[in-house]
């Protein structure tokens, strides 16, 4: 990545891909907030102002995905004691369904290192929901009109297990 500093994360081999998955820098937030309007619809994307807010936020951390030069996927969490949050996970729609998703979100519960994790995630985004499950998250209850009238939030939550796995 020219002209910057990268703090890298992770890397990892994805539908022959190599995967860079690193902090984000200041000048990540603009394309950042690009693919949150492109990932989601109808006003729940984070802008700018609200990544530059999170982004100088003490435990929050914002971790974005790269092939190449283009950014393909972001994640970002915070996390309090032996508490964490997934509050957005969101990846380029050329590249879903190809482990990106799965790439980030083992990234910042890396990060983050808590003893537990929670999420939510719209009961209509069934693709989001296996992903979740597939990584351990588990549905614990029902939030209703959480995302707007009649669009419904399920609380997932994961426990870490065993931390010599990690």
Known sequence: MAGYTVRLVATHEVAG????????T????????????LCF????????????????WPGVEILV??????????VVGDAQH???????????????RQGIGSALL???????????YTLMVEDKNLPAQE?????????VSELRHYYGRNRHGIL???????????
């Not at 032996?82 to 380029?92: D, I």
């Not at 083992?106 to 003893?115: F, K, W, Y």
């Not at 997932?156 to 990690?166: F, P």
């Open 106 to 116: 083992g990234a910042v519960e890396r990060v983050l290192d808590a003893e537990q």
């Open 41 to 56: 619809p109808d006003g729940q994307a984070y802008g700018l102002v609200t990544l530059a807010v999170l982004y100088c």
């Open 65 to 74: 995905a790269r092939i190449g030069e283009r950014m393909a996927g972001c």
């Open 82 to 96: 032996a508490q964490a949050r997934v509050l957005n996970l969101c990846v380029a729609p050329e590249f879903r």
């Open 156 to 166: 997932m939550q994961k426990r870490r297990r065993d931390r010599t796995c990690w």
């Open 26 to 37: 200041l000048r990540d937030l603009l394309p950042v907030a690009r693919l949150q309007r």
């Open 17 to 24: 891909y190599q995967v860079w998955i690193q902090r984000a």
């Open 131 to 139: 992903l979740y499950r597939r990584s351990g998250y588990l549905p």
